[in-house]
Structure formats: C-alpha cells, structure tokens
C-alpha cells in the first residue's frame, strides 16, 4: 500500500511542485523585465514605477505566492514532514498573495474597463449623471454592498468547517501487485529510516484553522470594513478592500474543496497542485496580454 501512496506523493512534489515554481519564478522575471529594460540595484524596490501601481502588487503577490510554495517545498524537500510552522507560513503567504492578486486585478480592470466615476464610467449608461461630481453617493453604491453582504454570507461554509487532522491514507492508493507491494512493507520495515506516510504527511488542525478560521475572519473583518466606507461614500476605497476580501476567501474556499470535498490528504494535494498550475498559466497569459509587447504598442496608440 505504501509504494503506491508514495509513487502518488513524488509525482506531486517530485514534478507538480517544482513545476509550479519554476512557472512562478519566470513570471516574476518576465513581469519585471515588462516594465523596466535596464536592472536597478534593487529590484523589489523599484518595480513598478508609481504611474503601475496594478503592476506592483500583481508582481508582489507573486512574489508571495512563491514563497508560500518555497515554504511547502521546504516541508516536502527538506523536512521530509509535515511542520506546523512551515504550514502556517504557507497558507498566510498563500492567503496574502491571492489577496494581493484580486486587488491588483481590480485596479487594472479598473484603469481599462470600469473607470469607475471617472470619464467613461460602465455605470454611465445606467445613471446618465454621475451623482460623485457633486459628492454625493454612487448610484452603484447598493450592488457594492449586496457583494460585501454575499461575502460575509460566504464566510460561514469555512467557519463550519471540520478542523480534524488529515492523514494521508494509503491504502487508497495500493498497487494492483500483492508482491511488490509485500516486498515493499517488508524492506521498508527492515529501514529505519522511512515513516509510513499517515505520520509524515498530516494536515494539522492548526493549518486548518488558519484556512477556515483565522483567514476567512480577516476577510470578514475587510468586508465589514467596506461597507462602512460605503456608507462614508469613500468607495474607492470600499472596492479594493472587497477585492482583496475575495482573494483570501478564494484560497480559503480552495482548500476546503481540495481537502475537506475530497477527504483525502493526498488527493486533495493533487488538486492544489494542479489548480496552482492552472492559475500560473492563466496569470502568465493575462500579463502577456496586458503588459507585452503588444499591449504597449496599442496603449502609445490610444
């Protein structure tokens, strides 16, 4: 049973996750290399310039979420465990860049599409006159709040979470070969070296109430706190704040579906993984999109 629920474990870590990172790092440097030709001394410093600010915190919540994977890599690499730290570490890094990634997306739709009580506002066709010229509340400013309503409403699924351990069950994962599989337990028996994989690779309870607890708080708390600059008719505030709000419910809502939808430690390891690696893909086409080449050429033409 082990063998199998071992082949299982290096494919994720093995191949996936250094996957992932890889994909990471060059997003890190091609977004860089996006908005600065020449290399300053101090790159996380400089980039981007202040006129991108959607650029910074895309690139720093990046940035985060490869940290989150270096602390992952750490426990799967180094350690060859679980670690409590180590897993705290990677769901705040985790939380925090998805965070950083929904606020980043905002400004830039913002800048592109919305333009929200600016000229050309999406919302002009439906207010005719925009009330913010005269400071007054936005018409819009209702539907803000039903969204901050819906993400308080969404908080209570994470908060009624279990938190029990997760072990990874190997037994699921046996190959259909009585005596390889025999041959293994034996020589794994015979070595102390090797842990069955039910003590190396658990889930703790305290990585879990950072992920239902402790992260979907904080974005109840950003909820809460935008509706009340909404009611101050501060939402340029409002709207960032909802953003980021939704990006730490996104990793939170990720590891109850992967891990508690699943019931499986390692399956649910699996789906993290590949939905790690599908969203660095998509990140790595909207940059292309919006800070290639072409994307530069169309903006000095408009």
Request: with cysteine; net charge positive.
């Amino acid at each position: 049973m082990e063998l199998g629920a071992l082949i299982f474990t290096v494919v994720i870590v093995g191949l996936l996750k250094a996957l992932v990172l890889f994909i990471c790092i060059r997003l890190l440097y091609h977004l860089f290399g996006a908005v600065y030709r020449e290399r300053p001394r101090r790159l996380w410093y400089l980039l981007p310039r202040d006129n991108m600010p959607e650029t910074r915190i895309i690139w720093w919540s990046l940035a985060a979420f490869f940290f989150s994977e270096a602390f992952c890599g750490v426990e799967t690499w180094i350690l060859l465990r679980s670690s409590r730290i180590f897993g705290a570490l990677h769901s705040v890094s985790a939380a925090g860049g998805m965070g950083l990634f929904g606020w980043g997306i905002y400004l830039f739709l913002d800048k592109r599409a919305f333009h929200f009580a600016q000229a050309g506002c999406l919302a002009r066709k439906l207010c005719h006159e925009c009330p913010r010229t005269a400071g007054l509340a936005c018409k819009m400013r209702l539907l803000v709040q039903l969204l901050a309503a819906i993400l308080v409403i969404a908080l209570l699924p994470l908060w009624m979470a279990s938190t029990a351990p997760m072990v990874a069950n190997a037994s699921r994962f046996a190959l259909p070969w009585a005596s390889v599989n025999a041959w293994f337990a034996a020589w794994s028996n015979q070595s102390p070296h090797l842990r069955p994989l039910s003590v190396t690779f658990v889930i703790s309870t305290s990585t879990q109430v950072i992920d239902y607890k402790i992260i979907p708080g904080l974005a109840a708390v950003l909820a809460i706190t935008s509706l009340w600059l909404l009611r101050k008719n501060r939402e340029h505030q409002a709207l960032p704040m909802l953003a980021f709000a939704a990006g730490l419910l996104s990793f939170s809502y990720l590891q109850l579906v992967m891990y508690r939808g699943t019931g499986d430690a390692l399956i649910g390891s699996l789906g993290h993984e590949l939905t790690e690696f599908w969203f660095l893909l998509f990140v790595a086409e909207f940059l292309r999109r919006a800070f290639g080449q072409n994307a530069t050429q169309d903006a000095a033409n408009v």
